[in-house]
């Protein structure tokens, strides 16, 4: 049993079946979609397969921050195999719970850590860390909360190590938007608060799934934490409210009125 408060050494399954709001159910409530997108979650969390790059950034977090635990963690697939064959078939069920692999990037994933660590700035925050840490604490208003730190150190940073296409600064920047990763700094500095743990920056190790592996180091600015912060206590506050009320609506139920964007329509002006 996990204990309501705290930090704890728990495997990835462990975790996320355990009681708590996290930020990645706050993604799921967060608008454009709606509160039924995140109930359905909540009672369909393991209705999707996870997508190749997904996989890829399992294994890797595994294969940099818990080396001890790679043994059996995947299978490469043979080259020229279909899956989706007889063969292929047979193969994938001789593997049982492995996360599939092709031999490319089982290759860049090895190459992946052994950059991120040869990198001396990801090499100095990391050092001596706690890796995947699940932490866990009840905020003022009775809410759960949980988060699951890829490196828990000593220091004032929390480091979260990130797979990308490119680590370069403006294609990075738009990942940030994308994936809510300014929500995630700022849900993460909180929970630790909250937990007593004094954290006052938020450190992405970002590293490349292809050669030449490049790796790039962002701490997120005072500003994008603060709209983060903004954006994760709207959507708590509306999980909060659908919980209370038993109410997880969809889009409205009215009829909307809907045009197309400026660009758009002065294409069809031109027209």
Known sequence: MIHPDGIHSLDFAAYKSAAGVSKSVLDKIAPPKTPAH?????????????????????IFHRACLEPDTMKGAFAVKPDGMNLATKEGKAWKAEQGDKAILSADDA?????????????????????????????FAKDKAGTLRKGRLDALTEGNAIPDVKTCES????DFERSILKYRYHVQAAYYLDLCALLGIEKQAFVFLCVEKSPPFAVAVYSLDADVIDLGRREYKRDLALF????????????????????????ARKQLENL
């Open 107 to 135: 290759n860049g994933i090895e190459r992946g850590v052994a950059a991120l660590w040869a990198h001396p700035q990801t090499a100095r925050l990391l050092r001596g860390a706690q890796f995947e840490r699940s932490l």
């Open 240 to 263: 909060r409210q659908c919980e209370e009320s038993g109410q997880w609506p969809g889009y409205s139920e009215s009829i909307e009125l809907i045009s197309v964007p400026p660009w």
């Open 38 to 58: 995140c109930r359905w979650y909540l009672d369909n969390p393991d209705v999707d397969d996870p997508t190749p790059a997904q996989v890829f950034g399992t």
């Open 167 to 170: 680590a370069a600064l403006d």
